[in-house]
């Protein structure tokens, strides 16, 4: 690796300072994190109420029905949980596995958005880094999705040159 970059096969490595130093902020909206509320409190309801009039009965199939309200339940905790993090060196998710992207490896980012509903499904971020792996990252603060959109500019006019 140090002999290609000595002669110059690989591409500059992309630097970049967000606004501030670093923005941090939620990765989804309070709509959509209400929304989750709802349909995972729905989904374990609706389950409790099958129990208590005996239309489910404990069994293998069973196992299935509680390993997949586990997992709605894993997926909620980490919606509520979930933020991203911009600083100088790497864009961060905490998800449910982290995700972590050093800014030097970014080869290709967009801003992807869903016009007049960002109080709902937060814009995200897709990325690719140089040697191909893909990350989407969500920002549902202004901030977050003002640092994408300058980022995904900056980003493209670095690979330009």
Same mark, same amino acid.
């Given at each position: 690796? %140090?002999?290609?970059?000595? @002669?110059?096969? =690989?591409?500059?490595?992309?630097?970049? =300072?967000?606004?501030?130093?670093?923005?941090?902020?939620?990765?989804?909206?309070?709509?959509?994190?209400?929304?989750? =509320?709802?349909?995972?409190?729905?989904?374990?309801?609706?389950?409790?109420?099958?129990?208590?009039?005996?239309?489910? @009965?404990?069994?293998?199939?069973?196992?299935?029905?509680?390993?997949?309200?586990?997992?709605?339940?894993?997926?909620?905790?980490?919606?509520?949980?979930?933020? =991203?993090?911009?600083?100088?060196?790497?864009?961060?998710?905490?998800? %449910?596995?982290?995700?972590?992207?050093?800014?030097?490896?970014?080869?290709?980012?967009?801003? %992807?958005?869903?016009?007049?509903?960002?109080?709902?499904?937060?814009?995200?971020?897709?990325?690719?880094?140089?040697?191909?792996?893909?990350?989407?990252?969500?920002?549902?603060?202004?901030?977050?999705?003002?640092?994408?959109?300058?980022?995904?500019?900056?980003?493209?006019?670095?690979?330009?040159?």
């Amino acid at each position: 690796m %140090i002999a290609l970059v000595a @002669t110059g096969l =690989t591409p500059d490595p992309f630097t970049y =300072t967000p606004l501030g130093g670093k923005v941090e902020g939620q990765a989804f909206s309070r709509p959509f994190q209400m929304l989750a =509320t709802l349909l995972v409190a729905g989904c374990f309801s609706w389950v409790l109420r099958l129990w208590l009039r005996d239309a489910i @009965t404990w069994g293998p199939g069973m196992v299935w029905v509680v390993a997949g309200l586990a997992m709605m339940a894993w997926t909620w905790v980490c919606v509520l949980r979930s933020r =991203t993090v911009i600083d100088g060196l790497v864009l961060q998710q905490r998800w %449910i596995w982290n995700k972590r992207l050093a800014l030097g490896e970014l080869a290709y980012c967009k801003v %992807i958005r869903m016009p007049g509903l960002d109080w709902l499904v937060a814009p995200r971020l897709y990325a690719r880094t140089l040697s191909g792996k893909f990350l989407v990252f969500y920002g549902a603060t202004p901030a977050l999705v003002a640092e994408f959109s300058r980022l995904s500019r900056e980003l493209a006019d670095f690979r330009r040159m």
